[in-house]
């Protein structure tokens, strides 16, 4: 079945370095990725999504390229603050269905220091 | 904020026992999607309904049920509890049902369950 794997964590940053989260996936057709964002305490954000191969999501910084090549959707920023400091999850919805349900990755935890 | 609301935040119950959780979509949203998240499984989809009517099914227990009501507002019913059913508990909503549409994520219900 469709799946996705996201790099192991925690990952530890200083303020103004730059950030990798890798993401891979497997899926039957043609999914829409995404990256959400959980701060603590808090339900799911969304942060970027993209619905097609080459399509790149951006939000607030952060970027990712939907690779159908290397079935990969990392996420990168370019200088990271304190305030990203949360877990990170990649998610695919079905690609051979028409329901939008999510298959999420197991999470990955960005802390940020001054 | 993003417009989805769930109650009660927090649940402590026995093992045995049985509870509602409850969803109120975003306005406009016909879409609601139920999520599990634990330390060992992960965010893991349930269940999701379109407009009154069950659309796609997850690893749902028998013991889960669920339903949409004509409000659109959703319950999530949990019997026969056991102490690995403890969880936080996500409900979702998005306009459609596509796979590319954007899913806002409510704050969570928190079982405990001993």
């Known amino acids: 079945g469709d799946s996705v794997t996201q790099m192991e964590g925690p990952v530890t940053l200083s303020e103004e370095a730059f950030l990798t989260i890798n993401c891979t996936y497997t899926?039957?057709?043609?999914?829409?990725l995404f990256w959400y964002v959980q701060y603590p305490g808090e339900g799911l954000q969304l942060l970027l999504k993209?619905?097609?191969?080459?399509d790149k999501g951006s939000n607030k910084g952060f970027e990712a390229t939907y690779r159908k090549e290397t079935t990969s959707f990392h996420l990168e920023k370019g200088s990271v603050q304190v305030s990203d400091s949360a877990v990170y999850f990649c998610?695919?919805?079905?690609?051979?269905?028409?329901?939008?349900?999510?298959?999420f990755g197991q999470g990955t935890t960005l802390q940020v220091k001054p | 904020d993003s417009g989805v609301t769930q109650t009660p935040k927090h649940l402590i119950t026995a093992t045995g026992q049985r509870v509602t959780l409850r969803c109120s979509p975003r306005s406009g949203d016909l879409s609601v999607y139920w999520y599990q998240q634990s330390l060992d499984q992960g965010l893991q989809f349930l269940i999701q309904y379109y407009n009154g009517e069950e659309r796609a099914k997850g690893n749902i227990l028998e013991r889960f049920s669920a339903q949409q009501f004509p409000d659109l507002h959703s319950e999530l019913n949990l019997s026969s509890l056991e102490l690995g059913d403890s969880a936080l508990y996500f409900c979702?909503?998005?306009?459609?049902?596509?796979?590319?549409?954007?899913?806002?994520f409510g704050p969570g219900t928190r079982l405990l369950v001993l």
């Open positions: 998610a695919l919805s079905h690609g051979s269905s028409n329901t939008g349900k999510l298959i």
């Open positions: 979702a909503s998005s306009v459609g049902d596509i796979k590319w549409g954007a899913q806002y």
């Open positions: 993209a619905t097609k191969a080459d």
């Open positions: 899926a039957t057709g043609y999914p829409s």
